[in-house]
């Protein structure tokens, strides 16, 4: 149980195209998901948080118009890197948490690595 | 400020006993988790920690203390595959904050 899948799970893109990330848990509901980055040999950075249903939440310098955040549905949250740079490839990285019979715990896709040319 | 510290890499040897201490200050606290992260792959849970003591599960144990705002995951019995990141978060309020991770390398 606990599944969290992330689609692509890596992507290549042009420079100021736009690129959507979905993030899905497969086998319980999710009150809310998070929206992390990673750089190399970095540890994650919590980007934004989103709750069904409501706005995301942001974290401190990130901008909200670049990286908009759905969380449509309580499987479903997308993440979409608008006008991409090359600054912008990562490793994107979504959790979901929910009522999933344990501790209020965070459970991580697989992530997706996105590379800006 | 929020600030959780890992030591950046370790070695150990295959079949040993390794320790990863975090120490954590934090404006809240709500529990303190630690993830597996092998590269270019995404963390897998580990261990949960909200009271003090100690938590074993299988060749994993980990332990708090509140009021030293510190914490240890302990790997017994380490196998090649346990090499991989080891990432210390903290709860607070909502949303984790990671520690900079631990690289640990298991020789044979």
């Known amino acids: 149980g606990a599944v969290v899948s992330q689609h692509p799970s890596w992507v290549i893109c042009k420079s100021g195209t736009s690129v959507k990330i979905e993030c899905r848990s497969l086998?319980?509901?999710?009150?809310?998901m998070f929206w992390y980055r990673q750089f190399p040999k970095q540890s994650l950075m919590l980007m934004a948080t989103?709750?069904?249903?409501?706005?995301?939440?942001?974290e401190q310098g990130v901008e909200k118009d670049k990286f908009l955040i759905n969380h449509a549905s309580l499987t479903l949250s997308t993440l979409t890197v608008t006008s991409a740079h090359p600054e912008d490839s990562s490793f994107y990285i979504c959790?979901?948490?929910?009522?999933?019979?344990?501790?209020?715990?965070?459970?991580f896709g697989p992530g997706t690595r996105l590379t800006v040319l | 400020g929020q600030n959780i510290d890992q030591p950046t890499e370790m070695t150990a040897t295959e079949g040993a006993i390794v320790q990863i201490n975090c120490t954590y200050q934090?404006?809240?606290?709500?529990?303190l988790f630690w993830y597996q992260q092998h590269a270019g792959e995404a963390p897998t849970f580990l261990s949960y920690?909200?009271?003090?003591g100690l938590e074993e599960k299988g060749r994993f144990s980990s332990f708090l203390s509140r009021s030293k705002g510190y914490s240890y995951l302990l790997l017994k019995e380490l196998q090649m595959k346990d090499s991989a990141s080891y990432l210390c978060?903290?709860?607070?309020?909502?949303?984790?904050?990671f520690g900079t991770g631990t690289r640990l390398q298991v020789f044979p």
């Open positions: 959790s979901a948490r929910g009522l999933a019979g344990l501790t209020d715990t965070q459970y």
């Open positions: 086998d319980f509901q999710a009150t809310t």
């Open positions: 978060a903290v709860k607070d309020t909502d949303k984790l904050i």
């Open positions: 989103s709750n069904e249903g409501s706005k995301a939440t942001y």
């Open positions: 934090t404006s809240g606290f709500n529990g």
């Open positions: 920690n909200v009271l003090d």
